[in-house]
């Protein structure tokens, strides 16, 4: 692999690098028998054509390498569709053909064109697809949105994972979730989220969110394509943002990741610093990491370490304080079973007596979640339960 740099203080307009970088690329291309190059750039159409007339070999910018892995990587059907439309709309402005090649069918005597060209019926096909992957993708934020809102409403926290592609995302995702996703030491391996349910120690529960790794310099074609999986982290109640302790250039991947947070409308969320792999670096520097304070938790997902410390630092984020409650129902009822069934599921039960066909459990319970209980039930719960408070 031949790697090529050049300081300029702009780019070239037309070839993006020098008259005379392009000739010594294009006699190494030759030597070496290349013929793919990669430019760490965006490229415009121009610059594209005319390298590649130069060059004598295939071009692709950093855009088109990172739309090709993530084709690579999809595997649901929207996942595909997000990766379909934001090839569409980077394509799209990159159809060649100007000029009389674009002439359509005049409209009198004499003035008949050649008829409508192959570049535009390419375009109208394109535009007609990228509507309807737009239409699907909307459908799609339209459900997404309102799960959440049932989430919402059944007061079930959300923490999603955020962070630098490769991470370790997926595998702190296992390791808190006891999920078995495909993890892999490569780019951009989940690109669709995955939530799962937490019970924590205490019987409550939460959901963790598994996303789509951030990059430097992400392209907003991706950004406009996968805004319905982005907007499970914009709505999260707390972001974990993964860190890879290890990485060299661990500074710049993390002002990599607020720069997208900012983009999306999540810089907002509370946050929690997770220093992934902290298993791989001196230990000098885990003390450092550790004793940063209460913003930052120091966790390998791979061996487990530190697995406690970030749940509890989750409940602290969300502010799961509990309570303990004293209520009194009749467990024939329809009411009085809810209420019971919705405690020993989310609560922890001290005592339950059973007097005079009426139910008196003594049980701690998470402020918010009994607070939504009971609004949800107001009126109905109210004939059958009564409650007090410790």
């Known amino acids: 692999m031949l790697r090529l740099l050049q300081e300029r203080p702009h780019p070239d307009p037309a070839s993006f690098i020098g008259r005379g970088k392009v000739r010594e690329l294009s006699l190494a291309c030759a030597e070496l028998n290349i013929d793919l190059v990669v430019c760490d750039r965006e490229l415009t159409p121009t610059q594209v054509r005319r390298l590649e007339k130069e060059l004598g070999t295939h071009v692709i910018d950093r855009t088109q390498l990172i739309l090709d892995i993530f084709a690579r990587r999809a595997r649901t059907r929207e996942g595909k569709a997000q990766v379909e439309l934001a090839q ?19 409209g009198g005597i004499g003035t008949r064109g050649p008829g409508e060209t192959k570049l535009e019926t390419d375009r109208r096909r394109i535009r007609r697809r990228i509507a309807a992957i737009s239409d699907g993708i909307e459908a799609v934020r339209a459900r997404r949105a309102r799960l959440r809102a049932r989430r919402q409403k059944s007061a079930v926290p959300t923490v999603a994972l955020v962070g630098y592609t490769n991470a ?11 999920a078995t996703s495909a993890v892999s030491d490569a780019l951009f391996v989940t690109l669709d989220p995955l939530l799962r349910r937490v019970r924590l120690p205490d019987q409550r529960e939460l959901l963790i969110s598994d996303t789509v790794g951030f990059i430097d310099r992400l392209p907003h074609a991706l950004v406009a394509a996968f805004r319905a999986t982005l907007e499970e982290v914009r709505d999260a109640d707390v972001l974990l943002h993964v860190i890879d302790a290890s990485a060299a250039d661990r500074e710049r991947r993390v002002a990599a990741v607020h720069a997208v947070l900012e983009e999306i409308g999540a810089d907002i969320v509370p946050c929690v610093e997770v220093y992934n792999k902290i298993d791989k670096v001196e230990r000098a520097e885990q003390e450092r990491i550790e004793a940063a304070g209460e913003a930052s938790v120091a966790v390998s997902a791979r061996t487990g370490y530190g697995r406690d410390a970030l749940l509890g630092r989750i409940m602290e984020m969300l502010g799961l304080a509990t309570e303990t409650v004293t209520v009194s129902c009749n467990p024939a009822a329809e009411e009085g079973r809810r209420l019971l069934a919705w405690i020993y599921r989310h ?16 049980a701690e319970v998470p402020k918010r979640g009994f607070a939504a209980f009971r609004k949800s039930r107001a009126g109905a719960a109210g004939t059958a339960c009564r409650e007090r408070r410790a």
């Open 168 to 178: 370790g995302k997926t595998t702190l995702f296992n390791l808190l979730t006891d």
């Open 88 to 106: 569409l709309q980077y394509l799209l402005p990159r159809l060649t053909g100007h000029g009389v090649e674009l002439s359509r069918l005049g």
């Open 347 to 362: 609560g922890r039960v001290i005592t339950h007596t059973e007097r005079r066909s009426r139910a008196v459990v003594e």
